[in-house]
C-alpha cells in the first residue's frame, strides 16, 4: 500500500515559531547541535548548510516552536527563506511524552502526506534499512499537492522527504530533512528537487549520524 511520511498538516497550522540566534545550536564534528525539552539533538549538516564545503551556521537560521509544554519542533532553513516559503529544510520534532512510541510519529507522516499530496504522484519506501542501533530511514517523494495544506505547501509544489524516529522512555524525536520545490514525477529522479548525489549523502548521514538523546 502506498503510503506517506510527514508532519500533520493541522500540527503545523497550530502556531507560526520564531527565528532564533544562531546561538541557540552548535556545530560540531559535521553535526548541528540543539537542546529541546531535555533531549540533545544531533543533525546532519546539510549541502545547502555549507560554504566551501564547510559547515556554515550562517547560512541556517533555526524556526523554534513549542506547541505544549512537552512538543517542540526545530526546524532549521536557509537564511533569507522564511516558515512560510522555505524550500529546503533539516528538523526535529520532540515529542517528550514517557511512553510515546515511534509508530506515533509515522502514523503522523503518514496521514499527512495522503491527506495533501495527489495519490498518482505518492511513493514512499525504507532508503535505509534499520540495523541494531541505527534507525530505518524513509524516503518519500510527493511529486505534486493537490490543495493547499498547510504553511508554506500549495497546490503545484512537489516534495522530497526522509526522515527517521529515535524512540526513548522519556518520548520520541523525528529527525527529518525536506527539500520543496515545484511539481515534479516521482518516477524520474532527475525532476526531484534534490540532486540524486546530496540525496544519497543526506540518507547516509540520518541512517548514521542523526541521533536524539536523553539528557
Known amino acids: 500500500m502506498r503510503r506517506a511520511l510527514a508532519m500533520s498538516a493541522a500540527l503545523l497550522a497550530l502556531c507560526l515559531g520564531e527565528a532564533s540566534a544562531a546561538d541557540e545550536f552548535t556545530i560540531s564534528d559535521d553535526l548541528i547541535k540543539v537542546t529541546s525539552l531535555g533531549f540533545d539533538v544531533s543533525l546532519p549538516v546539510p549541502a545547502w548548510g555549507r560554504t566551501d564545503g564547510a559547515p556554515d551556521a550562517a547560512t541556517l537560521q533555526l524556526v523554534r516552536t513549542p506547541?505544549?509544554?512537552?512538543?517542540?519542533?526545530?526546524?532549521?532553513?536557509?537564511?533569507?527563506?522564511?516558515?512560510?516559503n522555505w524550500t529546503r529544510m533539516v528538523a526535529a520534532l520532540v515529542v517528550a511524552k514517557p511512553g510515546y512510541p515511534a509508530?506515533?510519529?509515522?502514523e503522523s507522516i503518514v496521514s499527512a502526506f495522503e491527506k495533501g499530496c495527489?495519490?498518482?504522484?505518492?511513493?514512499?519506501?525504507?532508503?535505509?534499512?534499520g540495523d541494531g542501533d541505527l534507525p530505518p530511514v524513509f524516503l518519500v517523494a510527493c511529486g505534486a499537492y493537490g490543495a493547499e495544506t498547510g504553511v508554506g505547501i500549495f497546490a503545484g509544489d512537489g516534495e522530497v522527504f526522509i526522515g527517521s524516529v529515535i524512540e526513548t522512555p522519556k518520548g520520541a524525536v523525528k529527525l527529518y530533512q525536506e527539500w520543496r520545490?515545484?511539481?515534479?514525477?516521482p518516477d524520474d529522479t532527475t525532476s526531484w528537487p534534490v540532486a540524486g548525489a546530496e540525496l544519497g549523502a543526506a540518507i547516509a548521514g540520518f541512517h548514521t549520524d542523526a541521533t536524539a538523546e536523553v539528557q
Open 67 to 84: 506547541y505544549a509544554a512537552d512538543i517542540e519542533t526545530l526546524e532549521f532553513i536557509p537564511a533569507g527563506e522564511t516558515i512560510d
Open 103 to 106: 509508530a506515533a510519529h509515522e
Open 118 to 129: 495527489e495519490k498518482a504522484s505518492l511513493n514512499m519506501g525504507v532508503a535505509a534499512k
Open 181 to 185: 520545490g515545484k511539481a515534479f514525477s
